[in-house]
């Protein structure tokens, strides 16, 4: 496939990691959207907040949380340090759970096996390491 069919109909943005530059396509900013819409939700949710009363505290009306929430609006930067502010978490685990950066990923699942007894963090990482074994077995099968 050429570069130009690649492109057609793409909104590409560029931007630089490290002195690097990178596309960033619109379906990989929707996938981040909803990603940090979902930790937004999830953080509202373990503090019994409705969308509501988050809304009134960052002065904003409820159909905008619905939006981050849902994904389909990016929360601005500023908002976002709102809501970190809001449910009591530094900004960094609302950004990282949005992000599709194994390096980030692995940050969140050792935050959620640091809530586990040993015993269960064994048996989990048993589980995840088989399962990457299995996944990248099928992977390799279908190049």
């Known amino acids: ?3 130009l069919k690649f ?3 793409t ?3 560029v931007v ?25 939700a999830k953080q509202r949710i373990a503090r019994n907040l409705t969308q509501e009363q988050v809304a009134a505290l960052i002065g904003v009306e409820q159909e905008t949380i619905s939006r981050f929430e849902r994904g389909a609006t990016l929360p ?3 908002r976002l340090i709102d809501l970190a502010d809001i449910f009591d978490v530094p900004l960094d685990v609302l950004v990282r759970a949005g992000s599709a950066r194994a390096m980030d990923q692995a940050i969140g699942l050792a935050e959620s096996l640091n809530t586990l007894s040993e015993e269960d963090r064994v048996w989990v990482l048993g589980w995840v390491t088989d399962m990457c074994a299995k996944l990248a077995a099928v992977a390799e099968g279908k190049k």
Request: proline letters at 3%.
């Open 1 to 3: 496939m050429s570069l």
């Open 7 to 9: 492109l057609h109909g």
């Open 11 to 13: 909104t590409i943005h």
């Open 16 to 40: 630089t990691h490290h002195g690097m530059w990178n596309m960033v396509t619109a379906r990989q900013e929707g996938q981040f959207a909803k990603r940090i819409g979902k930790a937004l």
């Open 76 to 78: 601005p930067l500023l």
